[in-house]
T-cell receptor
Framework: QKEVEQNSGPLSVPEGAIASLNCTYS??????FFWYRQYSGKSPELIMF????GDKEDGRFTAQLNKASQYVSLLIRDSQPSDSATYLC??????????????FGKGTHLIIQP | DAGVTQSPTHLIKTRGQQVTLRCSPI?????VSWYQQVLGQGPQFIFQ???????GRGNFPDRFSARQFPNYSSELNVNALLLGDSALYLC????????????FGPGTRLTVL
């Protein structure tokens, strides 16, 4: 069973601080990793993806990947109240027949305190 | 451009009934995937369809089936509903570029009583 582990939280961070979200995964075959944001009652929205070891930055977001440790993280700088949401980590996995899909973690509930 | 559309928005069924959920992908996208998201959990992969053929199936029982039509829209069918089938059912539309070009629809909230 391919597993993705995330701390469910809630993770409470003051406005303007850095929020750090972590994820570990079991499938060593995973090559691509995705971070989704999901507001309550809404569908997931892709915010970052990363393929290579190291850091990838996009605006206030930085994704970090360490394939040897099977670890991926998301940093949110200058956190805003609008960042309050559940963040889902999703490695890409093969699902048979040449198709690929996503295996999601349970998500981390992030709360930015004004 | 219209995004991914799903219908209905909400649905209430009783145990043992059958349900059909519908999805229209983004124009030009040929792949549709279905996910089930139970409250408090991340989405779980059910099916992927590409060019009207099933390309992948997750760990779901045979009560779940799907198909894709020539216009690339898709239906998900669930037979003999169980209480545990209550969830948000998400359709994901994918274009060229793989999973980085995949977008989720708003979902259908299914409640089984």
């Amino acid at each position: 069973q391919k597993e993705v582990e995330q701390n469910s939280g809630p993770l409470s961070v003051p406005e303007g601080a850095i929020a750090s979200l972590n994820c570990t995964y079991s499938d060593r075959g995973s090559q691509s990793f995705f971070w989704y944001r999901q507001y309550s009652g809404k569908s997931p929205e892709l915010i970052m993806f990363i393929y290579s070891n190291g850091d990838k930055e996009d605006g206030r977001f930085t994704a970090q990947l360490n394939k040897a440790s099977q670890y991926v993280s998301l940093l949110i700088r200058d956190s805003q109240p609008s960042d309050s949401a559940t963040y889902l980590c999703a490695p890409e996995v093969g699902v048979g027949g040449g198709a690929d899909g996503l295996t999601f973690g349970k998500g981390t509930h992030l709360i930015i305190q004004p | 451009d219209a995004g991914v559309t799903q219908s209905p928005t909400h649905l209430i069924k009783t145990r043992g009934q059958q349900v059909t959920l519908r999805c229209s992908p983004i124009s030009g996208h040929k792949s549709v995937s279905w996910y089930q998201q139970v409250l408090g959990q991340g989405p779980q992969f059910i099916f992927q369809y590409y060019e009207k053929e099933e390309r992948g199936r997750g760990n779901f029982p045979d009560r779940f089936s799907a198909r894709q039509f020539p216009n690339y829209s898709s239906e998900l069918n669930v037979n003999a509903l169980l209480l545990g089938d209550s969830a948000l059912y998400l359709c994901a539309s994918r274009g060229t570029g793989g999973l980085r070009n995949q977008f989720f629809g708003p979902g259908t909230r299914l409640t089984v009583l």
